[in-house]
């Protein structure tokens, strides 16, 4: 039975272009035992991120998967055994715990345990009060620093990070205006979560409708995108605009570095800044994050878009719908549900 041993998706090869099942190879083991100060956690939900592909491939600022290496994720679960005080059978939470049915966790190391605060669903802990509420949060916040009435356009809005982006720039008192691909995507940020407009860069000009939205510029670009999506946001940069480095998921499956963008010399003329950043540089501050979150939550200023797809087998096309905009949110692989007699408490 699947309870009773351990799969495993393990990295089988460093991906060429788009990353697909081939890179990844499907392994059964042992339910492993927790030794002293650790906690046996049942995976129930595993994330699906952009970075996945990077840690993939290369060194970056985390080293990469080795080959025959559980696949490093994101994941949320239930404690099934536990053998540190601070933790207890049938208690949810979250971690780096990776692409398996089972993991041990240890706290102070990267596999640490994070408890899912109470009433809390695991969906949403993994979502907009986890790392990806995290990183929208002091992402725009903290390096894009927006003002009331200013201008914010987000590249790969539709996505988990984008579409949170876009919200809290609205709880700010900012213009707001996405990028994304579709006419169904653009409706969902436009008609459900409050942007001022959107730009469907499939079937649109990017740099003409942003001339036509942005007359006065862009004070605040949130990329999550690169390449020349970014190009066209430098186009239209506002004095003072400021361009945060998210992501660039159009680049990352590119065998070799593109060329930069061609329009960055307005940074110099428009007196811009940009600059990139990791959300673990923030870690030690999640706490503020996820209070200020929950209570946009609770007020009904921030809503959460999660795409679930069923089935540990699911995992590699899961990320790979990623990378080819089918995603609707923030996209997670449910693996199972929590073991008898131990319902999954917060």
Same mark, same amino acid.
């Given at each position: 039975?699947?309870?009773?041993?351990?799969?495993?998706?393990?990295?089988?090869?460093?991906?060429?272009?788009?990353?697909?099942?081939?890179?990844?190879?499907?392994?059964?083991?042992?339910?492993?035992?927790?030794?002293?100060?650790?906690?046996?956690?049942?995976?129930?939900?595993?994330?699906?991120?952009?970075?996945?592909?990077?840690?993939?491939?290369?060194?970056?600022?985390?080293?990469?998967?080795?080959?025959? +290496? %559980?696949? /490093?994720?994101?994941? #949320?679960?239930? @404690? *099934?055994? &536990?053998?540190?005080? =601070?933790?207890?059978?049938?208690?949810?939470?979250?971690?780096?715990?990776?692409?398996?049915?089972?993991?041990?966790?240890?706290?102070?190391?990267?596999?640490?345990?994070?408890?899912?605060?109470?009433?809390?669903?695991?969906?949403?802990?993994?979502?907009?009060?986890?790392?990806?509420?995290?990183?929208?949060?002091?992402?725009?916040? +903290? %390096?894009? /620093?927006?003002?009331? #009435?200013?201008? @914010? *356009?987000? &590249?790969?809005?539709? =996505?988990?990070?984008?579409?949170?982006?876009?919200?809290?720039?609205?709880?700010?008192?900012?213009?707001?205006?996405?990028?994304?691909?579709?006419?169904?995507?653009?409706?969902?940020?436009?008609?459900?979560?409050?942007?001022?407009?959107?730009?469907?860069?499939?079937?649109?000009?990017?740099?003409?409708?942003?001339?036509?939205?942005?007359?006065?510029?862009?004070?605040?670009?949130?990329?999550? @995108?690169?390449?020349?999506?970014?190009?066209?946001?430098?186009?239209?940069?506002?004095?003072?605009?400021?361009?945060?480095?998210?992501?660039?998921?159009?680049?990352?499956?590119?065998?070799?570095?593109?060329?930069?963008?061609?329009?960055?010399?307005?940074?110099?003329?428009?007196?811009?800044?940009?600059?990139?950043?990791?959300?673990?540089?923030?870690?030690?501050?999640?706490?503020?994050?996820?209070?200020?979150?929950?209570?946009?939550?609770?007020?009904?200023?921030?809503?959460?878009?999660?795409?679930?797809?069923?089935?540990?087998?699911?995992?590699?096309?899961?990320?790979?719908?990623?990378?080819?905009?089918?995603?609707?949110?923030?996209?997670?692989?449910?693996?199972?549900?929590?073991?008898?007699?131990?319902?999954?408490?917060?």
């Amino acid at each position: 039975m699947p309870d009773r041993i351990n799969r495993q998706w393990t990295l089988a090869r460093r991906p060429q272009g788009v990353v697909g099942a081939e890179d990844f190879r499907l392994v059964e083991g042992p339910v492993p035992a927790p030794a002293d100060g650790e906690v046996l956690v049942r995976n129930l939900l595993l994330s699906c991120d952009p970075t996945q592909r990077g840690w993939m491939a290369a060194d970056t600022y985390l080293p990469a998967v080795r080959i025959g +290496e %559980v696949m /490093r994720s994101i994941a #949320g679960g239930v @404690v *099934v055994e &536990s053998r540190h005080p =601070g933790f207890r059978p049938g208690q949810l939470v979250t971690g780096m715990f990776g692409w398996q049915d089972w993991a041990i966790a240890r706290p102070g190391t990267a596999s640490a345990p994070g408890p899912v605060p109470p009433g809390v669903p695991l969906e949403t802990a993994l979502s907009i009060m986890g790392l990806t509420g995290i990183t929208a949060y002091f992402g725009l916040l +903290e %390096v894009g /620093r927006p003002q009331p #009435g200013e201008t @914010v *356009v987000v &590249s790969g809005a539709a =996505g988990a990070t984008g579409s949170a982006v876009g919200q809290l720039a609205r709880i700010k008192g900012c213009r707001v205006i996405g990028i994304a691909g579709g006419p169904e995507k653009c409706r969902l940020l436009t008609e459900e979560l409050g942007f001022d407009a959107a730009i469907d860069y499939r079937s649109e000009d990017v740099a003409a409708r942003l001339a036509a939205l942005c007359p006065k510029g862009i004070d605040v670009f949130f990329d999550n @995108v690169g390449g020349e999506i970014l190009d066209a946001a430098l186009a239209r940069l506002a004095m003072r605009g400021r361009v945060v480095l998210c992501g660039a998921i159009s680049r990352y499956s590119d065998d070799r570095p593109a060329p930069g963008p061609s329009n960055y010399l307005n940074l110099l003329t428009r007196r811009g800044r940009m600059e990139g950043f990791i959300v673990i540089d923030y870690l030690p501050r999640a706490a503020e994050a996820v209070g200020a979150l929950a209570g946009w939550l609770r007020e009904g200023k921030l809503k959460d878009r999660i795409d679930v797809q069923e089935g540990f087998e699911r995992a590699p096309a899961a990320l790979a719908r990623l990378f080819t905009g089918q995603n609707r949110g923030k996209q997670l692989v449910k693996i199972a549900d929590p073991p008898p007699g131990l319902g999954g408490r917060s």
